[in-house]
């Protein structure tokens, strides 16, 4: 421990701890901007400055550690100041468009602004050049970044993925792709978790809201929605609610009052998942155990971002993944099959959206394997915080919205599938189900929790041993299943590395691309609630535990479409329609053509236009006469002249000095 | 640095020697912390420039992201991801060069190879850039050809000079 100083009040605070939290810990606020608690601490913005006594320098309190007897002070006229001046040079080359843009209101570096009071900018001058780059689910808008770096963070260390790095030097210096290639045409795993930590709005989803108005005011389409399991604990924090409120019924009501024509849960097809799924991974282990060919540790497909990423680093262990489409593609395909059917609607009149918690899922919808009779299985993806926009933007009282109920029979689910929106869930939904089939017994955990795999660890791991089973499965008597979870890319690699070394134990891995699972989404409100991530996993095990049904083989809907059409899991129907294989991409996207740019909207393609016009009204230099160009060369000389006589005489009197103190020292001697 | 080849000058072979040269280079500094930019400045002595392939070929064989590399690439201004000359030529543009002339050197050095700061002659002979001090003050004004410095270069020593090349 020690003891130190913080505006004349004194505090103690842990070894290594810095300025910065042991502050908040006294509840004293420093402002900061490029901060992010345990991510991303490396003094780029130095909003965060604080005057340090017996320092020279003011001091980044994000990464200046406390010390014995230090003596700080937060908010004195220098370092407000300071701040001042940094925050506006930081606007000096940002785009200020603020009243248009996605983030107005949202955006950390406006609210910063207020809080600093900053009321002038005084600086003007050259601007980075307009660069706006979109792909099929995140655009990146470099006219608003002002370098913070966190997404940087995120991207490198965090997922281990590394698409966008610092490119350049000074005022050059951009964030993005190697050599400007697109984002749309790199590793990029489309995950969104940079657009979850953008201060502002330079890196974000690419918007979709538009598409999905125009077709709910179309009256020849037959507008579906579906809704996947972690937006319903994560909408509400949009409309001021704590993090892991549960929502449902409203955000069902909400979606109704938007037009949708049906109102479908994807959950419904999380339980089919684990139908299709489970019946693959007993498949594989039934041909291992009987001398066939069989590839496992079979991984688990639901979360495209996690695709995007092994088909780019680990091509050559694409067989590991599970067939099954992830589960709002399954049940767009249903829908545009089964449903449409039985409703009597062409596929061709209807338009599917998915709210997901995620970006990459906008990529994945785009992909020629999500297409099912030429139509594409999912129309739209728009993300929890664009739903939230738009239901705003509607008009609706969320707060005030009576509790509803899907439809059916899309909208049915059991508990197995609300946990699929958090990392271990899929595994224990699978092995509920799996458990059950194999042995006719309930999973042996105390509320079906499979204990080991509950939490928000990296890495967790379970051995499932089968006992006693039913006839049909005889070949799993006395079997110890040995199942990993992890969520994140950089676990993922852990896992992958150890499987390329033909050193994994495992026989069935859950990966989910974002840390923490889809709670945690590049698509989820950001929030600067520390506890999100435990508060949005609570309210998932609460919905779970609310269920009549709480494993999926039990949803009376899935028995009677597997009854009525689809025949059994994995039959021909279900592979056509919730099966699909992947593409080898390689590092650099170089095995395949493939690319996921998009056209700019036409909103940016306005605004560009805008600025290039803005540019050429700003009159050229004057070309200089002969001569003011000479006499402009005479101030120059007469500049430099006054700097070399300066600089003289500080010799001259340097000499002086030396003289004097050679003359003392002669003396002395 | 010792005379960069232009990439049009390799053939297929020399192409896949140059390659197998930057492997070993990267064999050999990869376990060394930080060791990225010693690998850049060897494999662009050996390949005369850092293209995009040659960049993923270290990525890859150093399992780094691409996009880090190209960060550290475009940091320098002595790496460059286009063909140089056979000779770079450097003209000193600190405070004590540039007094003494050093801008005109710059001028005649542009009409007379035909090229603008920062790119590569026709011929693929010379790369022009401008240096900001080469430590050289005492000689202004001065320049750099290769790793050869120049002293007190006027227009008329100047032609001679390139004449050498």
Same mark, same amino acid.
């Given at each position: 421990m020690v003891t130190l100083t913080i505006n004349n009040q004194k505090?103690?605070?842990?070894?290594?701890? #810095?300025?910065?939290?042991? $502050?908040?810990?006294?509840?004293?606020?420093?402002?900061?901007?490029?901060?992010?608690?345990?991510?991303?601490?490396?003094?780029?913005?130095?909003?965060?400055?604080?005057?340090?006594?017996?320092?020279?320098?003011?001091?980044?309190?994000?990464?200046?550690?406390?010390?014995?007897? /230090?003596?700080?002070?937060?908010?004195?006229?220098?370092?407000?100041?300071?701040?001042?001046i940094?925050?506006?040079?930081?606007?000096? !080359?940002?785009?200020?468009?603020?009243?248009?843009?996605?983030?107005?209101?949202?955006?950390? =570096?406006?609210?910063?602004?207020?809080?600093?009071? &900053?009321?002038?900018?005084?600086?003007?001058?050259?601007?980075?050049?307009?660069?706006?780059?979109?792909? &099929?689910?995140i655009t990146r808008d470099m006219t608003k970044c002002i370098l913070c770096r966190r997404c940087v963070t995120v991207c490198n260390e965090v997922q281990g993925v590394g698409a966008i790095s610092p490119q350049n030097r000074g005022f050059k210096t951009e964030i993005g792709p190697a050599m400007n290639l697109p984002l749309g045409k790199v590793n990029c795993a489309m995950c969104g978790q940079c657009t979850v930590v953008c201060p502002v709005g330079a890196l974000k989803e690419t918007n979709?809201?538009?598409?999905?108005?125009?077709?709910?005011?179309?009256?020849?389409? =037959?507008?579906?929605?579906?809704?996947?399991?972690?937006?319903?604990?994560?909408?509400?924090?949009?409309?001021?609610?704590?993090?892991?409120?549960?929502?449902?019924?409203?955000?069902?009501?909400?979606?109704?009052?938007?037009?949708?024509?049906?109102?479908?849960? +994807?959950?419904? $097809?999380?339980?089919?998942?684990?139908?299709?799924?489970?019946?693959?991974?007993?498949?594989?282990?039934?041909?291992?155990? %009987?001398?066939?060919?069989?590839?496992?540790?079979?991984?688990?497909?639901?979360?495209?971002?996690?695709?995007?990423? *092994?088909?780019?680093?680990? @091509?050559?262990?694409?067989?590991?993944?599970? +067939?099954?489409?992830?589960?709002?593609?399954?049940?767009?395909?249903?829908?545009?099959? =089964?449903?449409?059917?039985? *409703?009597?609607?062409?596929?061709?009149?209807?338009?599917? &959206?998915?709210?997901?918690?995620?970006?990459?899922?906008?990529?994945?919808?785009?992909?020629?394997? /999500?297409?099912?009779?030429? @139509?594409?299985?999912?129309?739209?993806?728009?993300? %929890?915080?664009?739903?939230?926009?738009?239901?705003?933007? $509607?008009?609706?009282?969320?707060?005030?919205?009576?509790?509803?109920?899907?439809?059916?029979?899309?909208?049915?689910? +059991?508990?197995?599938?609300?946990? =699929?929106?958090?990392?271990?869930?899929?595994?224990? $939904?699978?092995?509920?189900?799996?458990?059950?089939?194999?042995?006719?017994?309930?999973?042996?955990?105390?509320?079906?929790? &499979?204990?080991?795999?509950?939490?928000?660890?990296?890495?967790? #791991?379970?051995?499932?041993?089968?006992?006693?089973?039913?006839?049909?499965?005889?070949?799993?008597e006395g079997v110890e299943v040995k199942v990993a979870v992890t969520s994140g890319l950089a676990g993922a690699k852990i896992l992958l590395d150890q499987l390329a070394e033909g050193e994994s134990p495992y026989h069935f891995i859950e990966v989910m691309g974002c840390p923490s699972g889809c709670i945690m989404g590049g698509g989820q409100p950001r929030s600067s609630d520390p506890d999100v991530r435990r508060k949005r996993m609570a309210g998932l095990y609460t919905e779970d535990e609310s269920k009549v049904y709480r494993k999926s083989h039990e949803n009376p @809907? *899935?028995?009677?479409?597997?009854?009525?059409?689809?025949?059994?899991?994995?039959?021909?129907?279900?592979?056509?329609?919730?099966?699909?294989?992947?593409?080898?991409?390689?590092?650099?996207?170089?095995?395949? !053509?493939?690319?996921?740019?998009?056209?700019?909207?036409?909103?940016?393609?306005?605004?560009?236009?805008? #600025?290039t016009r803005q540019e050429a009204k700003i009159p050229p230099v004057p070309v200089k006469t002969e001569q003011e160009s000479v006499s402009a060369r005479i101030l120059e000389l007469e500049a430099e002249n006054k700097k070399l006589k300066s600089e003289l005489q500080d010799t001259q009197e340097t000499v002086e000095i030396m003289k004097l103190v050679l003359s003392k020292y002669t003396k002395q001697s | 640095m010792s005379a960069a080849i232009p990439k049009e000058a390799l053939s297929q072979e020399e192409k896949e020697r140059a390659y197998a040269q930057i492997a070993n280079v990267v064999k050999q500094y990869k376990h060394k912390k930080d060791s990225l930019v010693q690998i850049l400045h060897l494999a662009q002595e050996i390949y005369g420039h850092l293209p995009l392939e040659l960049q993923q070929f270290i990525a890859k064989e150093m399992n780094i992201p691409l996009s880090q590399v190209s960060g550290v690439v475009s940091f320098y201004s002595f790496f460059s991801t286009v063909p140089r000359g056979r000779h770079t030529i450097r003209v000193c543009l600190g405070t004590a060069c540039y007094v003494r002339g050093g801008k005109k050197i710059v001028e005649h050095l542009q009409n007379k190879l035909q090229v603008e700061l920062g790119g590569t002659t026709e011929d693929g002979n010379f790369t022009f850039e401008v240096a900001r001090c080469i430590g050289a003050c005492g000689l202004a004004p001065a320049l750099m050809i290769d790793d050869t410095v120049y002293k007190q270069v006027n227009v008329n020593k100047l032609d001679k000079i390139l004449e050498q090349y």
């Open positions: 505090i103690t605070a842990e070894d290594g701890m #810095t300025i910065m939290e042991a $502050a908040r810990q006294n509840n004293i606020y420093i402002p900061n901007l490029c901060y992010l608690p345990d991510v991303h601490q490396i003094g780029a913005c130095r909003i965060c400055v604080v005057e340090v006594e017996g320092a020279k320098n003011l001091q980044a309190s994000c990464i200046t550690q406390v010390a014995e007897g /230090m003596v700080v002070h937060t908010n004195t006229d220098r370092v407000r100041k300071v701040r001042k940094l925050y506006e040079l930081m606007l000096s !080359d940002h785009s200020q468009d603020c009243l248009t843009c996605t983030r107005n209101l949202s955006c950390e =570096f406006q609210a910063l602004g207020k809080l600093l009071g &900053v009321e002038d900018s005084r600086f003007e001058g050259e601007r980075s050049p307009f660069q706006v780059d979109a792909s &099929v689910a979709s809201v538009g598409d999905v108005w125009e077709a709910l005011h179309d009256p020849k389409k =037959f507008t579906v929605v579906q809704v996947a399991p972690a937006v319903r604990v994560a909408l509400g924090e949009e409309f001021g609610l704590p993090a892991g409120s549960r929502i449902t019924g409203k955000m069902v009501a909400a979606l109704r009052r938007l037009g949708f024509d049906r109102v479908f849960d +994807t959950n419904f $097809a999380a339980d089919l998942t684990i139908m299709e799924e489970g019946t693959e991974f007993l498949n594989r282990v039934k041909n291992a155990l %009987t001398g066939k060919s069989a590839v496992l540790p079979m991984i688990t497909s639901c979360s495209p971002g996690w695709i995007k990423y *092994i088909e780019h680093n680990y @091509y050559n262990l694409l067989d590991h993944l599970s +067939t099954c489409k992830s589960p709002h593609c399954m049940l767009g395909a249903l829908i545009k099959s =089964f449903y449409a059917e039985s *409703i009597n609607v062409q596929p061709q009149d209807m338009y599917t &959206v998915s709210v997901m918690p995620c970006t990459a899922k906008k990529f994945e919808i785009q992909r020629e394997e /999500m297409k099912n009779g030429g @139509y594409k299985n999912v129309d739209a993806v728009i993300t %929890t915080r664009e739903l939230a926009q738009m239901i705003k933007s $509607a008009g609706i009282d969320f707060q005030e919205l009576p509790d509803e109920e899907f439809d059916n029979p899309l909208g049915l689910s +059991t508990g197995a599938a609300d946990i =699929f929106g958090l990392t271990g869930g899929v595994m224990e $939904a699978a092995l509920r189900t799996v458990y059950e089939l194999v042995t006719g017994r309930e999973l042996p955990f105390e509320g079906l929790h &499979v204990t080991p795999i509950v939490g928000l660890e990296q890495i967790k #791991t379970a051995t499932i041993k089968f006992t006693d089973v039913l006839p049909e499965y005889s070949f799993l @809907y *899935i028995i009677s479409l597997y009854e009525n059409y689809l025949g059994e899991p994995n039959s021909h129907k279900a592979h056509e329609l919730l099966h699909t294989h992947y593409v080898p991409r390689g590092k650099f996207n170089e095995l395949t !053509d493939e690319d996921f740019v998009v056209e700019l909207d036409e909103f940016t393609k306005r605004r560009i236009a805008r #600025t | -």
